[in-house]
């Protein structure tokens, strides 16, 4: 859901690096992945973790798996109070979540609209990360224990009008839309594999808008698309919802809800009065260990709470950054592996001895 960052293409087939993993995935940036066989055809040689039988053939029919309290209530919602407190707003305040300020920039400015909040490594956020249940669900649907976590951001979205009113975002007719769009080009002869998620931080409600999906798109989409037009949209789903229809599922504090990159998502505008909706997106992918500047380039923002480098959408916080407010993280050892700090073929090491060590440096 994070918009893409701008002017990026794929790397050449040259720059795969081969993910520190028993099956094997392949990757240029450690988001999109190519593989032998597709998550939605993909046969377990694991047992399940977290994730029932019935819950795995959901994710591979329709494209998405709700994991129940992932973490615990308390700590998603100790999560939104830390998301409220970061941006120097209160729930009890609405007048004061649309007062002006200057913006760096004009993805700046649509960023606010979109309710992101550009923390990245609080100790909180760490917590969701290296939580055994959350690793577990991923581990499920990759099939795949050497994973890394995303080093992504929160999302608190109140009602959209005034200075945070989508129709302030001018409209394109093709690319991405925060309304519905997928998360990968599914014109591609040989889509990459793409996995991402989100922890719910309050309930759901009709009316705060929040995820939606298009499961039934998803199940059928090898016959939808023989039925498109050449030079269809490749981000953009052009279709019937009376067909197709556009669900929101149900979420409440700690749900985490895994979605693979060829569902067609997006988030629903908050109508509401005086409603927010918040979550940490969160999601893993097969570890790029041989990848030294990608790893380095993850601890180092870890270590010293830089914003993360791989996606230019990340725009750090434009008041007072994380950095300045907060000490590092501490992480557990699946923390540390999660990050790239420790190898998943290593012993585990001390998090903060110094040098970060890891098979890809050795």
């Not at 392949?26 to 055809?41: H, I, K, M, N, P």
């Not at 001018?170 to 996995?195: C, K, N, S, Y």
Request: aromatic fraction near 10%.
């Amino acid at each position: 859901m994070t918009p893409p960052a701008p002017g990026t293409r794929p790397l050449p087939r040259d720059f795969l690096h081969r993910a520190a993993s028993r099956r094997p995935y392949f990757s240029a940036d450690g988001e999109s992945y190519l593989a032998r066989t597709t998550l939605r055809e993909l046969k377990k040689s694991r047992p399940l973790r977290v994730l029932s039988e019935e819950d795995f053939a959901h994710w591979q029919t329709y494209g998405y798996v709700i994991v129940r309290e992932a973490i615990p209530a308390q700590a998603a919602r100790q999560l939104l109070d830390f998301t409220w407190d970061f941006q120097g707003l209160s729930p009890d305040r609405p007048d004061a979540w649309y007062e002006d300020r200057p913006f760096r920039s004009q993805l700046d400015r649509q960023l606010h609209i979109y309710g992101f909040v550009e923390a990245y490594h609080h100790q909180l956020l760490w917590d969701s990360r290296q939580a055994q249940r959350v690793y577990d669900a991923f581990v499920d649907v990759w099939d795949c224990e050497e994973l890394w976590v995303t080093l992504d951001r929160l999302n608190l979205n109140p009602p959209n009008r005034g200075n945070r009113d989508r129709a302030l975002i001018e409209a394109t007719e093709r690319g991405f839309d925060i309304e519905l769009h997928w998360d990968i080009d599914t014109t591609a002869g040989v889509p990459p594999q793409r996995v991402q998620g989100i922890i719910a931080l309050n309930d759901t409600r009709p009316e705060t808008g929040g995820f939606q999906c298009c499961p039934e798109l998803f199940r059928r989409f090898e016959e939808w698309k023989t039925a498109q037009p050449e030079g269809r949209d490749p981000l953009r789903p052009d279709l019937d919802r009376a067909e197709f229809p556009v669900v929101r599922p149900d979420l409440h504090p700690g749900d985490l809800l895994i979605w693979n990159g060829l569902l067609a998502h997006g988030v629903a505008r908050n109508l509401s009065e005086n409603g927010v909706r918040a979550v940490q997106y969160l999601s893993m992918m097969p570890a790029l260990e041989e990848h030294e500047r990608l790893r380095r380039s993850r601890v180092e923002s870890w270590r010293h709470m830089r914003t993360p480098r791989w996606n230019r959408s990340l725009v750090g916080d434009p008041v007072l950054h994380e950095s300045k407010r907060y000490p590092t993280a501490e992480l557990t050892d699946l923390g540390s592996r999660l990050l790239g700090l420790g190898s998943w073929h290593e012993a585990p090491v001390e998090q903060q001895s110094g040098e970060p060590t890891c098979a890809a440096s050795a």
